[in-house]
C-alpha cells in the first residue's frame, strides 16, 4: 500500500523499532505541519492509508472529497479532528484504537512534572537565576494539600496514585462509575462540583473531549477555587469554556496554571496570553510525546494497517462502511 504519514516534527517514526512492520509498503513521511486543504490534497493524491499523529491536522470532507484514493486512516486515541461521516461516505475506513485498558503514563508523569513546577516556580526559578537574580519567590509544599481529579479513567488514576505517594489528599470528581472505582480504589469523592473547586490546592483535568465535556469547567467552577491553587490541563484546551481560564488567572482564581494543551495548536503566537503571564507554566502538547509512549502507539497504528491489508479492519469505528468493501 502507498502510506503517507503526517507531522512526524522531528523525524522519529522511521526510528522506533514498530517502524519494520511497514516493511514492503511505500511509506512517505512528511515532518512539516500543513493544514492548507489545497496543499494537502496535492500532497496526499495518491495516499491510500493515512496515519495520523493524534490531533495535530484536520481531515474534513473538503480534503477526503479530493483523495479518491484514500481507503483507510490509521490512528489512536479519539478523533474531534476527523468527519467521521464523510469517511463512512466516501468508503474511508477509520480505524482508532482507544486503548482504554492501557494508561498512559507519559501523560501522567508530564501532569505531575507540570503540578512540581508550577507549585515551586521552577521555569520562572530557573529564568531568575539565568538573568543574575537569585531567589525570586516563595513556593507551595504538595503534602498534606488536597490533589483534586476530574475525571478517574487511565490517565487520572495513576496521577491520583502520585498524589498518593507525595502525602497529598486526593479528592476525586467525575461520572457515577468513575466515583465508584476511586472509592473502590481507596481514594475520597466530592459531594458535588461546586464543593470539588473550592476544596482543591491542585485540581487536574483527565476527560476525553466529547460533546458533553466541551466546555465542562467554566468561568463559575474556576471564581470558586482558591487564590492559592493551581489548576493543571494536559488533557484538551476546550474542557474549558473558551476564555475561562485567561479571565480567572487574571482575576486570581485559580493563582497558577500548568498546561500542555491550547485552543489553537501547534501555538506559534507568541503574544497568547497564556504565555504572557508569570503565574502560568506551559508547555507544547508532549504529554504523550516520548520515545516509549511513541513505540506503544504506532504499534497499535501499523498493526492497523497490516490488518487492513490483510482484508480483516480492526477497531473501526464507522463499521457502517464496511458493507461497501
Not at 493515512?50 to 484514500?70: D, G, M, S, Y
Not at 462509575?177 to 476544596?199: C, I, N, S, Y
Not at 469554556?241 to 496554571?257: E, S
Amino acid at each position: 500500500m502507498k502510506i503517507s504519514i503526517l507531522d512526524d516534527y522531528f523525524d522519529t517514526l522511521r526510528t522506533l523499532h514498530c517502524f519494520a512492520k511497514l516493511k514492503g509498503h511505500d511509506v512517505t513521511i512528511h515532518n512539516d505541519h500543513v493544514q492548507d486543504v489545497d496543499a494537502l490534497a496535492e500532497r496526499l493524491k495518491d495516499t491510500e492509508a493515512l496515519v495520523l499523529i493524534r490531533e495535530r491536522t484536520q481531515i474534513r470532507a473538503p480534503l477526503l472529497e479530493r483523495l479518491p484514493k484514500l481507503k483507510l486512516i490509521s490512528q489512536r486515541s479519539v478523533y474531534p479532528h476527523i468527519d467521521i461521516d464523510a469517511c463512512t461516505r466516501l468508503g474511508i475506513v477509520v480505524s482508532s484504537s482507544q486503548h482504554a485498558d492501557t494508561p498512559s503514563f507519559a501523560a501522567a508523569e508530564l501532569t505531575w512534572g507540570l503540578v512540581l513546577a508550577a507549585m515551586r516556580q521552577i521555569p520562572q526559578q530557573m529564568a531568575a537565576l539565568k538573568a543574575g537574580a537569585w531567589q525570586i519567590g516563595v513556593g507551595h509544599t504538595l503534602r498534606g494539600k488536597t490533589l483534586g481529579i476530574y475525571g478517574y479513567g487511565r490517565i487520572g488514576a495513576v496521577v491520583a496514585g502520585y498524589g498518593k505517594a507525595f502525602g497529598m489528599n486526593v479528592l476525586v470528581w467525575a461520572r457515577d462509575p468513575a466515583l465508584a472505582k476511586a472509592r473502590a480504589d481507596g481514594f475520597a469523592t466530592a459531594a458535588g462540583k461546586q464543593e470539588f473547586f473550592e476544596t482543591c490546592d491542585v485540581l487536574s483535568l483527565h476527560m476525553r473531549l466529547v460533546d458533553a465535556t466541551r466546555g465542562i469547567v467554566t468561568a463559575d467552577d474556576l471564581a470558586r477555587m482558591k487564590p492559592t491553587a493551581l489548576l493543571v490541563n494536559t488533557s484538551r484546551a476546550p474542557l474549558i469554556a473558551p476564555g475561562a481560564l485567561v479571565g480567572a488567572l487574571r482575576n486570581g482564581r485559580p493563582g497558577m496554571a500548568a498546561v500542555d494543551v491550547f485552543e489553537k495548536e501547534p501555538l506559534r503566537d507568541v503574544n497568547d496570553p497564556l504565555l504572557a503571564m508569570d503565574n502560568v507554566v506551559a508547555t507544547p502538547h508532549i504529554g504523550y510525546v516520548t520515545r516509549d509512549e511513541y513505540e506503544l502507539q504506532f504499534t497499535d497504528i501499523f498493526d492497523q494497517i497490516l490488518d487492513y491489508a490483510a482484508g480483516k479492519p480492526g477497531n473501526v469505528v464507522n463499521p457502517e462502511v464496511l458493507k461497501h468493501l
